[in-house]
T-cell receptor
């Protein structure tokens, strides 16, 4: 699986958009970008995934650059409950079962 | 729906004792996983079961055994617990390697 690089931490103001970057410069053509988050002491929670196109669901938007070497997770209106560790993962959907969780980005939403 | 249920939630073992962590999912998912998370670190895959009747090693399988009892249940056994196995254990399930659903974790301390 391609390696990902995320900033270790970031702050965000409540009500503002949170933009979480992820670098995956060695991503291959059949690898998907996944985002999970882990709120303190809880199990990880799936957020969103994508291959090439931008994706949006009720939780977030995923913007993938045209060269696919980086992506941004956007939480449109951050709330205090969005404070968590966010993990960016790349994996081949077709033949890979494991999710490789790195250190992630600790996002703190401040009132 | 309960999702993924893990028991017990907390456990303290003495070195050399054995125990089994239980996991059950009610989403009819084919694949199930066991991860461990050490303080301040990301999750690491211990074992996974791609489908009922199959199990495979993940990144850190030493000291553990698993049983896929049926489609719903996937247990993790520590035959002779060691202090290095002090961790939070998460069970997860997924359908066709898509989004994974995690349980709330078992916090294990080996003294």
């Amino acid at each position: 699986d391609a390696k990902t690089t995320q900033p270790p931490s970031m702050d965000c103001a409540e009500g503002r958009a949170a933009n979480l970057p992820c670098n995956h410069s060695t991503i291959s053509g059949n690898e998907y970008v996944y985002w999970y988050r882990q709120i303190h002491s809880q199990g990880p929670q799936y957020i969103i995934h994508g291959l090439k196109n931008n994706e949006t669901n009720e939780m977030a938007s995923l913007i993938i650059t045209e060269d696919r070497k980086s992506s941004t997770l956007i939480l449109p209106h951050a709330t205090l409950r969005d404070t968590a560790v966010y993990y960016c993962i790349v994996r081949v959907l077709a033949n890979d079962y494991k999710l490789s969780f790195g250190a992630g980005t600790t996002v703190t939403v401040r009132a | 729906n309960a999702g993924v249920t893990q028991t017990p939630k907390f456990q303290v073992l003495k070195t050399g004792q054995s125990m089994t962590l239980q996991c059950a999912q009610d989403m009819n998912h084919n694949s199930m996983y066991w991860y461990r998370q050490d303080p301040g670190m990301g999750l690491r895959l211990i074992y996974y079961s791609a489908s009922e009747g199959t199990t495979d090693k993940g990144e850190v399988p030493n000291g553990y055994n698993v049983s896929r009892l049926n489609k719903r249940e996937f247990s993790l056994r520590l035959e002779s617990a060691a202090p290095s196995q002090t961790s939070v254990y998460f069970c997860a399930s997924s359908e066709n390697r898509l989004e994974a659903f995690f349980g709330q974790g078992t916090r294990l301390t080996v003294v």
